[in-house]
């Protein structure tokens, strides 16, 4: 008898020490401050989309979230466009990705896209305050964000389809 209460004694310790690693895991994420760096929550946001309709980044919390924020003008993000567009097209139901165009008008964003087969979304920031709130300042800047919303990559500049993935599976096993 004393050897079985010593059993189910040191399962329920283990049982209590997983709820509590697991506990603390989640709560680190939740208490992470605020902003646009690595390791910190990403600022909230809700945009336009070029298609129709909004897009919330809260909205998106359990999904790793791939943001790039671009412009028509910038010939790097024009280069990127199609690696974009392959990686859309290569996520699985547990990644988003959304590209935010900042500023531009909306009708030479739709043109760009229509003229190059694009079909990834799209939101506008067109008063750049979003991209203001990340801290953008040079473009291309793509942020993946983990499924608990922080960040887990920043990277300025142009991105292959394999850097994108491999940020991606990245932040998948955070």
Do not use: H
Not at 101 to 121: C, H, Q, R, S
Not at 126 to 149: H, K, S
Request: hydrophobic share 50%; glycine share 8%.
């Amino acid at each position: 008898m004393g050897l079985r209460r010593a059993l189910v004694l040191a399962v329920w310790l283990l049982a209590g020490l997983f709820l509590i690693i697991v506990g603390w895991s989640i709560a680190k994420d939740e208490m992470a401050p605020v902003g646009a760096e690595v390791g910190q929550r990403a600022p909230d946001f809700t945009l336009s989309l070029l298609a129709g309709g909004e897009v919330r980044l809260s909205d998106y919390r359990g999904k790793v979230v791939f943001v790039n924020f671009w412009r028509t003008t910038c010939p790097i993000c024009v280069e990127e466009l199609p690696e974009i567009q392959r990686l859309y097209e290569w996520a699985p139901d547990d990644v988003v990705v959304l590209t935010v165009d900042i500023g531009e008008d909306p009708a030479a964003v739709k043109a760009l896209l229509t003229d190059g087969g694009y079909g990834f979304p799209v939101a506008l920031d067109r008063d750049a305050a979003v991209a203001q709130q990340y801290l953008v300042e040079f473009i291309p800047t793509t942020f993946v964000i983990d499924a608990n919303g922080v960040i887990r990559e920043k990277y300025v500049g142009g991105l292959t389809f394999e850097q994108m993935r491999d940020m991606i599976l990245r932040a998948r096993e955070e």
